[in-house]
């Protein structure tokens, strides 16, 4: 019987094997010559303005899940588009309560102001 998952045990561990040693070969191989310019915060060819553990505003997340819900929104609106014919009825009257919804929490967001920049 466990001869049956012998293939699967040697494929589990050659793929750890590829995942692992290269890791390992580049701490093995690669040169440690650390200083205080590769152990120095860097911001695109600058140095650091402020502190790299500073806190966000409240509104950049508010506008990270506005974009994540429609983005969702697209990846929902493109397969149903597809199928619309033979889903019917049925499935466009679904798709406007769930359009229903997120224009309801757009709404709401706008009205909050969770949008409005200063």
Same mark, same amino acid.
């Given at each position: 019987?466990?001869?049956? %998952? !012998?293939p699967i045990f040697i494929f589990i561990a050659i793929g750890i094997a590829i995942g692992v040693l290269?890791?390992? +070969?580049?701490? $093995? ?31 950049? %997340? !508010? ?17 149903? +588009?597809?199928? $619309?014919?033979?889903?019917?009825m049925f499935g466009f009257v679904a798709m406007m309560v769930f359009l229903g919804i997120l224009v ?15």
């Amino acid at each position: 019987m466990l001869e049956n %998952y !012998l293939p699967i045990f040697i494929f589990i561990a050659i793929g750890i094997a590829i995942g692992v040693l290269p890791i390992l +070969a580049g701490f $093995l191989l690669a040169p440690h010559k650390p200083d205080s310019e590769k152990l120095s915060p860097y911001e695109c060819g600058f140095e650091a303005f402020e502190d790299t553990r500073m806190r966000f505003d409240v509104r950049y %997340y !508010l506008v990270a899940i506005l974009f994540i819900i429609f983005d969702l929104e697209i990846a929902f609106l493109f397969p149903w +588009a597809v199928v $619309l014919d033979s889903i019917g009825m049925f499935g466009f009257v679904a798709m406007m309560v769930f359009l229903g919804i997120l224009v309801i929490g757009f709404i709401y967001e706008w009205k909050k102001g969770a949008l409005e920049w200063e």
